[in-house]
């Protein structure tokens, strides 16, 4: 999928200069030629169809972009109506294209190849620098693929929040007591609810806090966002649903999509980056 979404946004980026360049060329103040307008047409229902979704879900492109980059298509799509002005297509057009490789294509090769399908999963092994957490995930993975599908979702989140408790560890936990008391003291907006306050000194006191409650203040931390928190918690449902009985079912799907946000949202994301075991 890597490969097919960087082939369309190089599509995409061609087919914006080819037309900021006809548009510039027009000798009148309004566009009316019909074979640019629909070219405009084309190019916004591109974004809508075929880019803004595995952009902003699957590769992770920053959510300010992603809304800017809308707002400017659904503008494209407005004035590719007869009769608008040739400026208003020109600064359209310049504002997507302006630093358009830093803003699409380097985090994208940047980013870890798709976890797409069971077999896909050793492409998460390669972001990983800490040799103990990769032999740890090896074997989750190894799991996986054994079929062994809930073991491997259980040592996978037990690899995230071993990530996560180092992270915070490397920040201080003064910061993680800091932000809990201040989102208890919050009455309003997403936290409203939130009433607890930790006082931690130790690694241990840190392992015994809730998994639940570690997210919400990663959140109040800036380390994730509203929707990575609430993917995490999908992930956290899936871990639960894996260590104990029930009749919900853990499919090859939930496995796939377990793997592949823990190691967006956590372990290949540079936020968590932390010192390897072996250095530290």
């Known amino acids: 999928m890597k490969e097919e979404i960087l082939q369309k946004l190089e599509q995409f980026k061609q087919e914006l200069r080819s037309l900021k360049r006809e548009v510039s060329a027009l000798q009148v103040e309004r566009v009316n030629r019909k074979a640019l307008r629909e070219a405009a047409d084309r190019i916004a229902t591109m974004w809508v169809e075929d880019l803004r979704s595995p952009l902003e879900y699957t590769f992770n492109v920053d959510r300010t972009i992603i809304k800017e980059t809308a707002e400017l298509m659904k503008r494209l799509h407005v004035i590719s109506r007869p009769n608008n002005r040739k400026t208003s297509y020109l600064d359209t057009i310049s504002r997507v294209l302006r630093g358009f490789d830093d803003k699409f294509i380097l985090p994208i090769k940047q980013s870890g190849d798709s976890v797409e399908s069971i077999l896909d999963l050793e492409k998460i092994m390669p972001g990983l620098s800490d040799l103990a957490e990769s032999n740890y995930m090896l074997e989750a ?66 392992q015994q806090v ?46 796939v999509a377990f793997f592949s946000d823990i190691s967006s949202i956590i372990l290949q ?6 010192q390897s075991k072996e250095t530290s």
């Open 141 to 206: 993975i190894n799991c996986a693929k054994a079929g062994y599908w809930r073991a491997s979702i259980v040592m996978g989140w037990c690899a995230a929040i071993d990530r996560i408790q180092r992270k915070i560890l490397s920040l201080g936990l003064g910061r993680f007591n800091q932000t809990s008391a201040m989102l208890k003291n919050q009455s309003k907006g997403r936290f409203k609810r939130w009433n607890k306050e930790f006082s931690i000194s130790t690694l241990s006191e840190l």
């Open 210 to 255: 809730f998994d639940s409650d570690l997210m919400i203040v990663l959140e109040g931390m800036g380390l994730i966002d509203a929707n990575q928190s609430d993917r995490l918690f999908t992930c956290f449902q899936y871990r639960n649903h894996s260590a104990h009985p029930g009749e919900a079912p853990i499919d090859e799907p939930h496995v």
């Open 269 to 274: 994301n540079p936020k968590f980056s932390v």
